[in-house]
């Protein structure tokens, strides 16, 4: 089964670095996209924003980026603990 994503974004909001009980880094961010798509042959326009999570090496890069900066960001869909809505994980990420 593929759980892929790829969503070009802004990052709309960073919280503070984070360590798991590990010691990883981890970091929390909001992501906001917005585009033109094709559907059922009309175009229409597209927003919408999501939580994601990133750790190691790639949190600590993130932590750093500037907000409203646009990135290509990839990796896949998880549900969070608590069990509601959905948490894009962030595996690699491309300057846009």
Request: glycine residues 8%; hydrophobic residues 45%; charged residues 20%.
């Amino acid at each position: 089964m593929k759980n892929q994503i790829v969503l070009t974004a802004c990052i709309a909001e960073v919280q503070s670095l984070r360590y798991t009980p590990a010691g990883l880094p981890a970091l929390d961010l909001r992501l906001e996209h917005e585009s033109q798509q094709k559907e059922a042959g009309v175009q229409r326009d597209v927003k919408t924003a999501i939580k994601a999570v990133a750790f190691g090496a790639l949190a600590e890069r993130l932590a750093r980026q500037a907000l409203g900066s646009s990135w290509e960001f990839s990796g896949f869909l998880a549900s969070p603990r608590n069990g509601k809505g959905v948490v894009f994980h962030i595996q690699d990420i491309q300057q846009n």
